[in-house]
């Protein structure tokens, strides 16, 4: 699981599926052009007598735009909840498949023995298949002369 999440951390992709800490919620997005239209819209509201900014650039179409633009960021930000929760449904189900792996070959190995080709068919390395440790410099060395 570490050399996962390392990996993860790696990619640029990553960030932006807020993979680093799993636990965490992913950021909602804001915008900041909204907040802009929003007082800007207020300080052209206040002008007597309107301005006249042309015929497309009316006060009820720039309303518009940002009544749309506010409808998309809460559905952005309801699909990112959504995200959030099938993310979370899909690791615990992970987790559990994990426990389910080592309890079979747990399993396999208690019944058949860790020597057992059955162990190794379920995908576990033969007790006699290991490779040897190797200790380095328990002996005492001669004393150089």
């Given amino acids: 699981m570490a050399t996962d999440l390392l990996v993860r951390k790696r990619s640029g992709l990553s960030k932006l599926l807020n993979l680093e800490d ?19 819209l207020a300080g052209l509201n206040k002008i007597n007598p309107a301005a006249n900014l042309g015929p497309n650039l ?4 720039y309303q518009a735009v940002m009544d749309d633009t506010v409808a998309i ?7 990112a909840a959504q995200m959030d929760d099938s993310s979370n449904r899909f690791d615990a189900q992970n987790d559990l498949l994990r426990d389910w792996n080592r309890r079979v070959l747990s ?3 208690a019944q058949f023995g860790p020597d057992s080709s059955e162990y190794e068919m379920v995908g576990g390395t033969r007790k006699s298949k290991r490779k040897r440790p190797i200790r380095k410099g328990g002996g005492s060395t001669p ?3």
Avoid at 31 to 40: E, H, I, Q, T
Wanted: proline residues 11%.
């Fill in 58 to 61: 009316t006060p009820q179409a």
């Fill in 143 to 145: 004393p150089a002369s």
């Fill in 73 to 79: 960021e809460d559905s952005h930000s309801q699909l």
């Fill in 22 to 40: 799993p636990k965490m919620a992913r950021q909602r997005r804001t915008s900041p052009a909204l907040v802009v239209a929003r007082a800007r």
């Fill in 107 to 109: 399993a396999v190995e």
